[in-house]
């Protein structure tokens, strides 16, 4: 915005548009690109995949776990997802279940087998670490443009890739975050990274996604998650083993009530 009144005023252009219509304009565009990174990503209906979760502290210690995740696409709302922990023994059976909402609070349990019963994940706790890690729950729902209100930023090339900026500041109740600038691939509407700043506007995360791969010649997904805290120096490190789509899911397969006995 700075650069456009200066190159105007070096034109010595006397029409000036008023700063309200330039936000507006800001605005339009990042919404338009917001939508367009979820259109592109619609109709994949279900998935099952395998991951593996590498947690690494500030001394580069590393921990490793492996995860079985469940997917479901829902028409006209926020997806559904079950998350089960295989291994190793400590977190073995741990199971996490989210209902993704575009306007109403997301839901959200975790069956932990230490304690034998169902928690429900308050709102006022979704910006909590998602069992230990330095994902927070609020990280593990699905992207929905509606949570958001958008600022277009610019454009600059992250992993090789011509990227659309923008800004997302979260419209939904108790965020750990004031905003989250996003970098978006020009190419296919890819999130090729994404920074976090905390309640002090402070950068807090740093999200890579890499490594992407072309399933159904149509939905692209990252084998690699990187999540660094670059206030803690802690690291976690998502590895997609293996994605399977059209897995012929339901929602008979994300019930609460049967989290104990997720598997």
Avoid at 177 to 197: G, L, N
Wanted: aromatic letters at 12%; proline letters at 3%.
């Amino acid at each position: 915005m700075i650069a456009t009144w200066t190159k105007a005023l070096l034109l010595i252009t006397f029409t000036i548009v008023p700063p309200s219509t330039l936000l507006a304009s800001d605005s339009t565009k990042a919404i338009e690109i917001a939508t367009e990174r979820k259109k592109r990503d619609l109709g994949w209906e279900s998935s099952e995949a395998s991951v593996t979760m590498l947690l690494r502290n500030a001394q580069g210690q590393e921990a490793k776990r492996a995860l079985s995740i469940k997917s479901l696409e829902i028409d006209g709302d926020g997806d559904k997802a079950l998350t089960v922990f295989d291994s190793p023994r400590d977190v073995k059976g741990t199971a996490f279940l989210s209902f993704s909402h575009a306007l109403e609070p997301d839901e959200q349990w975790i069956y932990l087998p230490a304690l034998k019963r169902v928690k429900r994940i308050s709102s006022r706790n979704k910006s909590g670490p998602f069992v230990g890690s330095e994902f927070a729950f609020e990280d593990m729902t699905s992207y929905e443009v509606e949570k958001f209100s958008y600022e277009y930023i610019g454009e600059e090339e992250v992993n090789g890739e011509e990227c659309f900026v923008i800004k997302q500041v979260p419209q939904y109740e108790y965020s750990g975050y004031t905003s989250q600038k996003v970098w978006i691939d020009k190419s296919h509407y890819r999130v090729q990274k994404i920074e976090f700043y905390d309640k002090k506007e402070t950068l807090l995360k740093v999200l890579h996604l890499k490594d992407y791969q072309l399933y159904e010649d149509k939905f692209w997904r990252p084998m690699r998650s990187e999540m660094r805290n670059v206030q803690t120096r802690k690291s976690t490190y998502l590895i997609t083993e293996k994605i399977d789509f059209n897995t012929e899911l339901s929602d008979g397969d994300f019930d609460k009530n049967r989290l104990k006995r997720a598997r």
